[in-house]
Every structure is written in structure tokens, then in C-alpha cells.
């Protein structure tokens, strides 16, 4: 059975069953968000890089049943090819860069009530992870090493999910698949714990399991915690740390026709990467006059090992320690955020800028 038939039929399914039901509350949500990054070092362009884009759709609540559906919108002018690797001189069209809509999210929830303080849950479709809350570092458990996150970062995945919460702890489990045969995957386990004191811990655990049941592959493990402790309002201590490795494996057939390779060039057999960030988010409420200008401040400090073995290049170096300034405001129903940072080398200044205008 196709897997992302079966999920994209229980999604419809679920969306019709929110729409007809009387005991919910569906709500359109939108905004529209410009970004802008600029390297100091490059000295060709005005920006590094920079969009405008549009982000709508509605989400259903219920006590059973929660459900989204979200688009992501680009303007033709930034660079959006709706089919990547497409030789467009050689097709009817000659146009490269072409408007393009993102089925950004889209997912059911179905929910089960089991007592006073414990929940299951079935998720279905398509969603993002983004737990580190670091503004420019983290979720080691997702990410490529290789590109330094900027705010929300887009980590998602095409999944089914169950989910156990009892109080505060939520347990979830996911299998997801990268493509529609489903061939191709990972197992995700995620663990969230909340507590009444200012403490929030997560474990998250990560392995491609998919890709060997039907490919010639290499398991990598990822293994990452996140913590978080509010000192007092407005002060605020967090980081993360993981641990990567790709298994040594000496009878894998790599000539084998159904060899997959590694899903990063640098999950290289037996080498262990080491990931983690520190940060500390700053009162600015205690500061006359501060509080006008800002609403967040923070700093923080994110180290790799063995960083120029990522990149796996020989004309550049770069530094095993990297930072990050982030600076907030929220206007009203409008946010923006600006940070400076550290690019291949901690001496390598970049600036960012985005801006989020929420319409709904």
C-alpha cells in the first residue's frame, strides 16, 4: 500500500469530519513575512538573500479532532523552481524561476481522553519540529549541520505519529516517509517534559530504520536534549546537546544497486559529531525605557566538533565555535526580529531581519 495515499485519504477524511462538526471552531489564519540576510563578506550584492512570502490557511480545534492546512506563497523574482533538477531551456517553458505554492503543512490529529490526565493521539500528514527554541541554533535531532537555522526553522515531515500525554509529559512516536513508497524514512521519538517549576526538558531520539528495510544502507543515530529554566520572568537559561554517529558497518556492499547513501555527505562510518548550543534570554523589562524598544534579547554560543569535517572542503576553514545576538520587538500583531551573527568564522559578521505581519 502507497503510504502517502493512505495518509492524504485519513487527512480529507479528518478535514471533512471538522468542517461537519458542531462541537469545534475552525479560524483562517495568515501572515505575510520579508526577510533579509546580508554578509558583511559578500560585497556583490545589496542583500545575501531576501523574500517576501505569504502564509495562509485555517485550523480547525475540537476536543477530539484538531486539524490544519497552511500554504506558503514566493513571488516569482525569488528564485522558487517548482520542480528541482528541471533543465527548463529544454522543456516548453523557459522561465527558471516560476511562482510557486508550498503545501507547507497539513495534518489531522485525532484525539482520545483516557481518564482525568491522559490523552492519546493519532497524527496524520505533514508538520514541523522546531523544539530548541533557539532563535538561530539547535534541533540537532533534525537538522543538516551544515546550515545555521535562522528564527522558525522549516524541519518537516511527512509522517503518522502516536502520542501519549499524561499532565505534563507528552510522548510521542513517529514514522515518517521520504518518498511516496515509503522506502525511504526515519523513526522519531520524542519526549516533552514539562514541570510545574520553571523546568522544561525534551529528549528527542532520531534513526533512518526505513531506509534498510528495503535498501543497502548505513543506520545513523541522532540523539539530542534541549533544557530550559526561567531564573524569573524575563530571565532565562537554555541549550542543547546531541550526539550523531553513523554505524561502521565493513560487510556493507556500497556497489550494491540498492545502496542508499547517507542522508548528509558527512555521516561518515564511526565518526561521532558532537553538537551544542548555550543561550540566555535577558530582561529587558528591568531596564527604564529598554522595554519600549525591545520586547527580547538573546545571546548564545554554539560549538561543533571537528566543524571543517562537515563541509568536507579544503579552500575554507572554519571555526568550531559560532554566536548569535537576536533582538525582538512585537508591535501589536506584528513582530520583528534582527540578529547578528557569526558565519564560517566566529570573525565572519552576518546581519538578518525579518518581519512577520499576522492578518488573521
Known sequence: MNLMKFASTLLVAGMATAVFAADGDFNLKGNVQTQVTKSIADEDNNFSSGWIRANIGGQYKSDNLDATIMLRIWGPEFGNSLVKGV???????????????????YWVNYKWALGEKDLLNLKIGRWKTDWSQSTHFGTYVDKDLTVRGLWMRDYSHN?????????????TAMVAAKNGTANQGYVRIEDDMKFTFPLELKVAYRTNAVDVV????LLTHRLAAYASYTIFPGLRAYGEYACIYTQDEEDIDYDAPNYLAPEFKYYQPGIYFQPFYLGAELPVAAVPGLNYVLSNLMVEWEYINKRDNLYQVTEQTYDDWAWTVALVRNIGKSKLQFSLYSENEMTDLGLAFRLTSTIK
Open 87 to 105: 533543465d527548463f531551456e529544454k522543456e516548453s517553458t523557459t522561465k527558471s524561476n516560476i511562482d510557486k505554492i508550498l503545501a507547507d503543512l
Open 159 to 171: 509522517a503518522v505519529e502516536m502520542g501519549w500525554k499524561h499532565g505534563l509529559n507528552q510522548l
Open 214 to 217: 528495503q535498501n543497502t544502507a
